[in-house]
């Protein structure tokens, strides 16, 4: 069964400081990993995803994320935060039954 | 298309009421997703159609809780009775046909049971 972990329910970074958002992976087939985004009283939206192309995935907003097998990870980063990156960042896992599992979710904030 | 769109966007009830939730998936996505968010427990996947049929309905809380799907284009989460435990943010989305394909999500329906 596949499942995601997500280290940190909360992340606060200053604006132009680096983003980082830990996720870990279990699956027992090669993996598709996503990392979505939610605003407040909002529906989930797709950032990215990695379907086995490219290990370095890009992102809409300027995020990435890199898939590292070893490390059972899919970290999501951004170069630069700017204020209107603070929402909840959802990393989520599929195997061959599509079903899709999210992580429980960090909440960014922004410090000015 | 217009994405994902669910029925009511908020919902009050009493106590004890059915509560009906609906979804009008993707025109052509063949995979339809129920999850229900709260703070406590995060996005919790409820149950997963394939084709209109129920591929996995083990995330369904309780008998209190049912999902269908009559054709491609509607499903229903009914809860009958409710609860004020059950008061969350129920989510649908749905994805296409090709595998890796990532979920298209509604905007949501705020159930609260007083």
């Known amino acids: 069964a596949q499942s995601v972990t997500q280290l940190g329910s909360h992340v606060s970074v200053s604006e132009g400081a680096l983003v980082l958002l830990r996720c870990n992976y279990s699956?027992?087939?090669?993996?598709?990993l996503f990392w979505y985004v939610q605003y407040p009283n909002q529906g989930l939206q797709l950032l990215l995803k990695?379907?086995?192309?490219?290990?370095l995935v890009k992102g809409i907003n300027g995020f990435e994320a890199e898939f590292k097998k070893s490390e059972t990870s899919f970290h999501l980063t951004k170069p630069s935060a700017h204020m209107s990156d603070a929402a909840e960042y959802f990393c989520?896992?599929?195997?061959?039954?599509?079903?899709?599992?999210f992580g429980k979710g960090t909440r960014l904030h922004i410090l000015p | 298309d217009a994405g994902v769109i669910q029925s009511p966007r908020h919902e009050v009830t009493e106590m004890g009421q059915e509560v009906t939730l609906r979804c009008k998936p993707i025109?052509?996505?063949?995979?339809l997703f129920w999850y229900r968010q709260t703070m406590m427990r995060g996005l919790e996947l409820l149950i997963y159609?394939?084709?209109?049929?129920?591929?996995?309905d083990s995330g369904m809380p309780e008998d209190r809780f049912s999902a269908k799907m009559p054709n491609a284009s509607f499903s229903t989460l009914k809860i009958q009775p409710s609860e004020p435990r059950d008061s969350a943010v129920y989510f649908c989305?749905?994805?296409?046909?090709?595998?890796?394909?990532?979920?298209?999500f509604g905007q949501g329906t705020r159930l609260t049971v007083v």
């Open positions: 989305a749905s994805s296409g046909r090709q595998s890796g394909a990532e979920a298209f």
């Open positions: 699956s027992s087939v090669p993996p598709y």
């Open positions: 990695y379907t086995s192309a490219a290990t």
């Open positions: 989520a896992v599929s195997g061959v039954d599509d079903k899709i599992i």
């Open positions: 025109s052509g996505h063949n995979s």
């Open positions: 159609f394939n084709n209109n049929v129920p591929i996995d």
